[in-house]
Each structure stands twice: as C-alpha cells, then as structure tokens.
C-alpha cells in the first residue's frame, strides 16, 4: 500500500465516471448519470442514506454493515483498490490508530504516512493488502465518528465507487446491473 499522486488516479475517475466535488475542506465522489446503472445504499435509522427513488436501500445495524462491506471489498478487490478521504487523512488515522495497532503492515505504514496526513492523496492497496484495507474499514466503522472520517473507496478494474462513513451510511455506484447484482449477494439477504 502507498500513496499516489492524484493525477494518476484522474484519467481512471474520468473512464469510470467518478465526478469529484471539492472544496478546501472536503471532497465528494459519485458516479455521473450517464455512466451510472444502479445506485445502493445500506443505513438505518440513525443514519438514513437520503437517496431518492431507484435507489436499492437496505436497512441494517453497524455489525451488520461492516460485513456487508467486507463482503463486498472480497468481491470487488481482484487487483488494486484506491482510497479516498472525504476530508484529510488524518481524520481517518486518528480515528484507526487505536484499532489497527496490532496491524504490522499497518503500523509500518502509519510510520512513514505522517508527511500526508494533511493531504487527500489517493492510497493504493495491492491484492496483498486486502487484509490491512478490510481491517481498516472494520477500525474505521467501530471507531470513526461521522463525515469527516469517511472514505470513498473504488477498485481499478471495475466500474463501482463505495462511500463508507462510520456508522453509516454506505452507498454504492455501479456502473453495470451485473456488478451491482453480483457485489449485492454480500448484503442481499
């Protein structure tokens, strides 16, 4: 896992569909109407998603939402898997530094991300770290505390783009009905 510069994410956002809304403080992702074929989104009552109608909402508690994430994550990350903060890192290792102390390759990691806190320069995960980028998201969803640790998250083979925020909600962009039918087997039933 390391950073990369957002320029190199940019081209595979545009061919993908992915619109970034950004302002000093924060940056918001989803998928453009014309790339979009299904849209989900997993909340409960003290965090409803807000989407309108054609959205699939599942309501469920946060235990149930981390597997439903980490179902999904298992389904979407063949290669590379970007992340994204809503705001800065920081807020994210903040939020994870308690929960992820036992996490080696996390720990090596955290070591020598201090220069980057203060950034949103995306974060790539290889096929190996699909353990540190699940127990991430499973520290993140425990301990996080709202928007501003939240996190966007989208493989680089597959038109999808997750919006994690702790406690909820998580929404989903597809851009196939098959993607969306095949990752929703992780939260379906």
């Known amino acids: 896992?390391?950073?990369?510069?957002?320029?190199?994410?940019?081209?595979?956002?545009?061919?993908?569909?992915?619109v970034k809304e950004a302002s000093e403080e924060s940056a918001h992702l989803s998928m453009s109407a014309d790339c979009?074929?299904?849209?989900?989104?997993?909340?409960?009552?003290?965090?409803?998603?807000?989407?309108g109608e054609g959205t699939f909402c599942k309501e469920m508690n946060t235990d149930e939402?981390?597997?439903?994430?980490?179902?999904?994550?298992?389904?979407?990350?063949?290669?590379?898997?970007?992340?994204?903060?809503?705001?800065?890192?920081?807020n994210v290792f903040d939020a994870v530094a308690f929960s992820m102390a036992g996490d080696d390759s996390w720990q090596e990691f955290?070591?020598?991300?201090?220069?980057?806190?203060?950034?949103?320069?995306?974060?790539?995960?290889e096929t190996s770290d699909e353990h540190t980028l699940t127990g991430l998201i499973t520290a993140l969803m425990n301990d996080g505390e709202g928007e501003a640790q939240g996190v966007y998250v989208f493989p680089t083979g597959a038109p999808v783009l997750v919006y994690i925020v702790p406690g909820g909600p998580v929404k989903f962009w597809f851009g196939t009905q098959a993607l969306a039918d095949?990752?929703?087997?992780?939260?379906?039933?």
Request: charged fraction near 20%.
């Open 65 to 90: 939402m981390i597997q439903a994430i980490i179902g999904s994550i298992h389904k979407l990350h063949g290669g590379q898997t970007i992340m994204l903060p809503s705001t800065k890192w920081r």
């Open 36 to 51: 979009l074929s299904a849209k989900h989104c997993l909340c409960n009552d003290d965090t409803p998603c807000g989407e």
């Open 1 to 18: 896992m390391e950073f990369i510069a957002e320029q190199e994410v940019n081209e595979l956002m545009n061919d993908m569909g992915i």
């Open 110 to 125: 955290d070591a020598t991300a201090t220069v980057k806190l203060n950034t949103q320069d995306p974060l790539i995960f």
């Open 182 to 189: 095949e990752v929703s087997e992780a939260y379906a039933s």
